[in-house]
């Protein structure tokens, strides 16, 4: 299944990190590319293109201008949408849907504040337990249980670094 994660309203400075992990997590996670909006972030995107060059597999990222335009567009083009907010319906309720679904699906990780029209045009709003937590916790749990645990096998071609798994110790080949 293809998946593609949106991040609304990056702040520089203040969301670099959580951003920069959203996008490495997206990735490492088994998404396809990940887009954000807010304040344009030339860093997060070199960051993450780097990691996706070094590490390898095929990964975007790429800047909207306006989420909601995005959310519409990726509708429109037949995509489907699950926003992830603590006030949805729980993800061990929703996940086995989106694990049948035969259509590119969009998951939506909100920012400072989300306004009612992100809810209106999710098709799922899903909350990785009733508790507030981290976007980067949600997605991850998300994916994970979207692919039912597969991502951590999933392999990256053509990859310039890879790590040897060591009891102890540390092993990284160079390619
Ligand atoms: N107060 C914000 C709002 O109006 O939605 C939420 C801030 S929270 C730190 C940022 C994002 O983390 C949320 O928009 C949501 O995507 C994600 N998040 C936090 N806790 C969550 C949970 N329990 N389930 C699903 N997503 C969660």
Same mark, same amino acid.
């Given at each position: 299944?293809?998946?593609?994660? #949106? ?11 959580? $951003?920069?992990?959203?996008? @490495? %997590? ?15 972030? $030339?860093? @997060? ?17 790429? /800047? ?15 995509? *489907? %949408?699950?926003? *992830? $907010? ?18 590119? @699906? *969009?998951?939506? #990780? ?7 029209? #992100? /809810? ?5 709003? %899903?909350? %990785? $337990? ?8 949600? @997605? ?36």
């Amino acid at each position: 299944m293809r998946i593609k994660v #949106v991040r609304l309203s990056h702040r520089l400075f203040r969301d670099q990190r959580i $951003t920069t992990h959203c996008a @490495l %997590v997206s990735r490492a996670f088994g998404a396809d590319g990940f887009v954000y909006s807010g304040e344009r972030d $030339t860093k @997060l995107e070199a960051t993450t293109r780097k990691v996706a060059s070094n590490w390898g597999g095929r990964f975007s990222c790429e /800047y909207a201008d306006s989420y909601m335009r995005f959310i519409k567009a990726w509708k429109k083009n037949g995509g *489907l %949408v699950a926003h *992830l $907010t603590v006030y949805g319906l729980p993800v061990q309720k929703v996940a086995p849907k989106l694990r049948k679904l035969r259509k590119p @699906l *969009l998951l939506v #990780v909100g920012g400072e504040k989300v306004p009612p029209e #992100v /809810y209106q045009a999710a098709d799922w709003n %899903v909350a %990785v $337990t009733g508790q507030p937590h981290s976007e980067v916790a949600a @997605l991850a749990m998300m994916l994970d249980r979207i692919f039912s645990g597969r991502e951590l096998e999933k392999k990256f071609p053509k990859a310039r670094l890879a790590i040897v798994p060591q009891e102890r110790g540390k092993r990284v080949i160079r390619k």
